[in-house]
């Protein structure tokens, strides 16, 4: 069973960068596509970033692009989230998620496309 784990979640000021990771257990991690998402209290849970099997084709939502950035190293079967100018709003429990159904270089941008999550990490953005 692949499972996907979330790290590096925390505290941070607003202004400020973090790097999440998502580990994937067992092997065959280069046949998933990989998404990070986020869902903050009262709100629907929602894409963030997401990157393909090969090439690194790459998906980023209007609220994250041009402060984040998502990458994959499947020899360590890792997929990062940087997020930088990190803000309140960005208050959120992030879930990174793998896609097995999704073709090589193609990006899934809806949750129902992803079929393997993790457990989620907390991001609080406060002064």
């Known amino acids: 069973q692949k499972q996907f784990v979330e790290s590096g979640g925390a505290l941070v000021q607003p202004g400020g960068s973090l790097t999440l990771s998502c580990a994937a257990s067992?092997?065959?991690?280069?046949?998933?596509?990989v998404g990070w998402f986020r869902q903050a209290p009262g709100k629907e849970r929602e894409l963030l970033a997401a990157?393909?099997?090969?090439?690194?084709?790459?998906y980023y939502e209007d609220a994250v692009k041009g402060r984040s950035t998502i990458s994959r190293y499947n020899s360590n079967n890792t997929v990062y989230l940087q997020l930088n100018n990190l803000k309140p709003e960005d208050t959120a429990v992030y879930y990174c998620?793998?896609?097995?159904?999704?073709?090589?270089?193609?990006?899934?941008?809806?949750?129902?496309?992803?079929?393997?999550w993790g457990q989620g990490t907390q991001v609080t953005v406060s002064s």
């Open positions: 990157i393909s099997r090969r090439l690194g084709n790459k």
């Open positions: 998620a793998g896609a097995s159904r999704a073709y090589s270089i193609y990006v899934p941008i809806s949750s129902d496309e992803f079929d393997v």
């Open positions: 067992g092997p065959n991690f280069g046949n998933y596509a």
